[in-house]
């Protein structure tokens, strides 16, 4: 990389004119408060599992089990905290360097906001990631592969985001998770997959293919429409300066940038939270299958409606086999599971397994009473049925399947109920990715400001600036957020600025802008060879 990248990350003792102050270093007392709450978090996510555990009667965990379950779950919990003080420095970036707030003060203001971000997502980004990765790893979570899968794509991820951050280059976690979940995908495809899909769902990978290309665009694009009609509406002079020595700008414009960099706080929180929850999720159902493969938060109120639902579904698969007898429920998961690695859904004897899929899980469900009573062993058994039905519904229409409204109303909502019931987040989760998300932001911030804030423009930032680029992030993440798509708020932000400069007419430092181009082109392919790597090697560990 260029040097641009790799130039020291702001001035310590005094400050040139305009820039920052980086030199004021937290109080012991916020040190100790910081320590403490990790240590709570951590100490509330044991108490939370061991509890959960025990109220379904799942077996205690052997000691080298629960060694691996908690050595999984604080790398997921890593993979957080790096994303934290990598990501959100580029909401903090533009309040940072228009004086709007002090650094220290910025980046706890946007600690706080990205931890309500995750308490408050909807979860609709959490499985989003993890439906790129192979049926089978997904159904075997906690075997040796499983394993090995959550290790590679977790440290892959980590190892390219902390050697980014390192060079001072705004990088984005989104891409670096796809990319691992894209590179285990691979590696398991090459090894020779076992049950589903052995590869990488490519017609999933290339809609969230789509959401991250779209970020930098949408960035660069609407924060320089959005620059231009400021200037156009707003006849300000000194919304369009640079700041003047250390002061702050006016009341009207600092309330605006410090909304601005809540928005995109709250919203980064609310999508990039959700991805570790995701892969946390799966963690979980590896380890403890009785507490958390069923959402055991789901009552017998909604059993009637379950069953109906099955059954609608079964009338909608049963016509379409043409009369091939429907499976015992062992046989329907292999020609489900078959056809899904076969990417060959729409034949009768597909159909009729699915049927018998939906059949036998009204039954289980009805038989139970509801979710939640199902017993651990059947719990495995009731899981995959949903999630092989869930998954195959999704697949069909993409696989020459047509049907009608009426039809397609069916399945819309038996997939709904499914994904209801396999696909939920604990709100201990829920805390722990928020404290790790939030925690995260208030450390190694430093690196990404200063690039955001000083290498990408030749000129400082100016006010307009600022608002315009974070405006168009807040906006994009949140509705990104709102329709269950994975996008990058390192581009979105960055580019934004970079939209800002050039409207302007200030000029872009071209090796800086190369120098991030570059590694968001590489990242994908360079998260896809580590983890593979590590798939691979650990496959022979595990």
């Not at 040097?3 to 003792?13: C, F, H, K, Q, S």
């Not at 009667?57 to 999984?72: D, I, K, M, S, T």
């Not at 700008?249 to 928005?263: D, Q």
């Not at 991805?275 to 299958?289: D, N, R, S, T, V």
């Amino acid at each position: 990389m260029a040097d641009a990248a790799l130039a020291p990350t702001g001035a310590v003792g005094h400050s040139p004119a305009g820039k920052p102050r980086f030199d004021h270093a937290m109080h012991p007392g916020g040190v100790i408060a910081f320590l403490l709450v990790l240590v709570g978090g951590l100490a509330y996510a044991v108490v939370s599992l061991v509890t959960d555990m025990n109220a379904v009667g799942e077996a205690p965990l052997a000691y080298g089990a629960f060694a691996l379950l908690g050595l999984a779950l604080l790398i997921a919990l890593g993979f957080e905290f790096v994303n934290g003080f990598h990501d959100t420095a580029n909401a903090v970036a533009t309040v940072i360097y228009t004086h709007s707030m002090p650094p220290l003060v910025a980046v706890i203001w946007s600690g706080t906001f990205n931890f309500l971000g995750v308490m408050l997502s909807s979860g609709a980004v959490a499985y989003a990631i993890v439906t790129l990765l192979p049926v089978e790893l997904i159904l075997q979570v906690g075997s040796g592969a499983g394993y090995a899968m959550i290790f590679a794509l977790l440290l892959a991820a980590i190892i390219w985001n902390l050697g980014t951050w390192a060079l001072g280059l705004p990088n984005s976690s989104s891409h670096a998770l796809i990319g691992s979940v894209l590179g285990v995908g691979l590696a398991n495809q090459l090894m020779g997959g076992q049950d589903g899909t052995s590869g990488v769902d490519w017609n999933q990978a290339f809609g969230v293919f789509k959401a991250l290309a779209f970020s930098p665009i949408c960035g660069f694009v609407l924060a320089a429409l959005l620059l231009l009609a400021l200037k156009f509406t707003v006849r300000r002079k000194d919304l369009y300066e640079a700041p003047k020595g250390d002061a702050p700008p006016p009341l009207w414009i600092r309330s605006l940038l410090i909304l601005t960099c809540t928005l995109v706080s709250f919203f980064h929180g609310g999508n990039d939270g959700q991805k570790g929850m995701g892969l946390i999720m799966l963690i979980l159902i590896g380890a403890a299958p009785t507490a958390y493969a069923l959402n055991r938060t789901m009552t017998a109120d909604a059993t009637p409606a379950f069953v109906q639902s099955s059954q609608a579904a079964s009338g909608v698969f049963a016509p379409r086999a043409n009369g091939a007898a429907q499976p015992d429920p062992a046989q329907a998961r292999k020609v489900v599971s078959d056809a899904l690695k076969a990417k060959e859904l729409d034949k009768p004897p597909v159909y009729a397994a699915l049927a018998a899929l939906s059949t036998d899980i009204a039954k289980a469900v009805q038989g139970y009473g509801s979710i939640r009573q199902v017993p651990a062993a059947a719990t495995s058994n009731v899981r995959n049925d949903m999630y092989l039905a869930s998954d195959a519904i999704r697949l069909l229409p993409k696989t020459g399947a047509s049907f009608s409204e009426a039809e397609s109303k069916t399945l819309k909502g038996y997939t709904d109920l499914l994904n209801a019931g396999t696909r939920y987040i604990p709100d201990w989760v829920k805390v722990c990715v928020a404290l790790a998300l939030g925690l995260g932001t208030m450390v190694g911030w430093k690196r990404i400001v200063v690039t955001v804030g000083e290498r990408i423009g030749k000129t400082h930032l100016t006010y307009a600036q600022g608002a315009s680029a974070e405006i168009v992030a807040a906006g994009t993440i949140g509705l990104a957020e709102l329709y269950g798509l994975p996008v990058s708020t390192t581009h979105i932000l960055s580019s934004g600025v970079a939209g800002t400069m050039a409207a302007n007419g200030s000029g872009l430092q071209i090796a800086t802008v190369r120098n991030m181009a570059l590694a968001w082109v590489t990242t994908l392919p360079a998260a896809i060879l580590i983890a593979g790597t590590l798939f691979f090697i650990l496959r022979h560990v595990f």
